[in-house]
């Protein structure tokens, strides 16, 4: 059975920083984009970013873009979302998800697993 297990979240002043993890068991997604979403009280699923395979393409959403960095390892099966200069309108619960396929998007449909949420609650 597939699993994204996300953890690092939390509450944390404006200003500040947390590394969110996904990890993943049940097959390898050496060969998978993995991506980022969130979604706030009210709100549909945004896309935040998205990291091919290699590590070597990525994609933010301008609404984080400089402040949050997408990583991975592909020897832990787990990847990451570096987030700093955090922001009252970043809370959210933030969501780990992986494609079947290599190629990048930004569309939650596409994404075939999801981990069940970690909230990130930013305090001004």
């Known amino acids: 059975q597939v699993q994204l297990v996300e953890s690092g979240g939390g509450l944390v002043r404006a200003g500040g920083s947390l590394r969110l993890s996904c990890a993943a068991s049940?097959?390898?997604?050496?060969?998978?984009?993995m991506g980022w979403f969130r979604q706030a009280p009210g709100k549909g699923r945004e896309f935040i970013a998205a990291?091919?395979?290699?590590?070597?393409?990525?994609f933010y959403a301008n609404s984080v873009k400089g402040r949050f960095t997408i990583s991975r390892d592909n020897a832990k099966n787990t990847f990451y979302l570096q987030m700093n200069s955090l922001k009252p309108e970043d809370t959210a619960v933030y969501y780990c998800?992986?494609?079947?396929?290599?190629?990048?998007?930004?569309?939650?449909?596409?994404?075939?697993?999801w981990g069940q949420g970690t909230q990130v609650t930013v305090s001004s």
């Open positions: 998800a992986a494609r079947r396929t290599n190629t990048l998007s930004i569309t939650p449909i596409n994404y075939d697993y």
């Open positions: 049940g097959r390898t997604f050496s060969s998978s984009v």
């Open positions: 990291i091919d395979w290699s590590g070597d393409n990525t």
